[in-house]
């Protein structure tokens, strides 16, 4: 369910009415997911924006693009069904996956007048279940996955343990193996990165 309250709707899709709130990067992106007819024949078997796309009223500029996941054992070929809506936790099991883009505001919006953080938490935890409840009080979290990133509009900075940092700017990657970490946006624009999420299990 898609949360712009900026938005038009296109048959049981809001589409963003403009970019404004997202940067360069729709709310609502156009998803293509391929499949094959009864012919066993490669086709189109879906073509619409990602169900779960959620523009956040209590984190402004925050938005949250679930665009496919898959179960562990996953198989082929493609039954027809987008598994997304379906999805309880934003974290996989392991050799799950999870394809999300997320455009980030600016950090001021926390510190902007009115800012309800008791509200955008709960937003968090009901839009990123399994998640959001692996926040700490800092935006600080880990997950038990391995994550693909990669950064397609904007820039941000990725916090580590005892105060590292790292910069990425536009068509930098990231491999995030299960580290305690947070994204930090210290520009006045948004910052849009594409992740994979692939569950992983805990050697230690």
């Given amino acids: 369910m898609l949360r712009d309250p900026g938005a038009i709707q296109v048959g049981d899709i809001e589409m963003a009415s403009d970019t ?27 073509d619409a924006p990602p169900p779960r796309s959620d523009a956040y009223r209590h984190i402004p500029g925050l938005v949250s693009r679930l665009v496919w ?7 082929i070929p493609f039954d027809g069904a987008d598994p997304t ?4 936790s934003f974290v996989p099991a392991v050799s799950g996956t999870r394809f999300l883009v997320v455009t980030f505001p600016p950090d001021s919006v926390f510190c902007a007048p009115g800012f309800d953080s ?5 937003e968090n935890f009901a839009i990123s279940p399994g998640l959001a409840e ?8 880990a997950t038990p996955t391995v994550d693909y990133g990669i950064v397609l509009e904007g ?6 343990d005892e105060g590292r940092t790292a910069l990425l700017r536009k068509h930098d990657v990231v491999v995030q193996n299960g580290t305690r ?5 210290r520009s006045d624009r948004p910052a849009t990165l594409a992740f994979v999420l692939i569950g992983a299990r805990n050697s230690a």
Avoid: C, K, Y
Wanted: hydrophobic share 40%.
């Fill in 181 to 185: 970490h947070a994204w930090r946006n």
């Fill in 118 to 122: 008791q509200a955008a938490i709960a």
């Fill in 155 to 160: 820039e941000i900075w990725l916090e580590l």
């Fill in 69 to 75: 996941s898959t179960e562990p054992a996953q198989t």
């Fill in 134 to 141: 692996r926040f700490e009080a800092d935006g600080m979290h």
């Fill in 20 to 46: 404004s709130i997202a940067g360069e990067i729709p709310v609502a992106l156009r998803r293509i997911v391929t499949g094959h007819d009864t012919n066993g024949t490669s086709t189109v078997a879906l």
């Fill in 85 to 88: 809506p379906g999805v309880s």
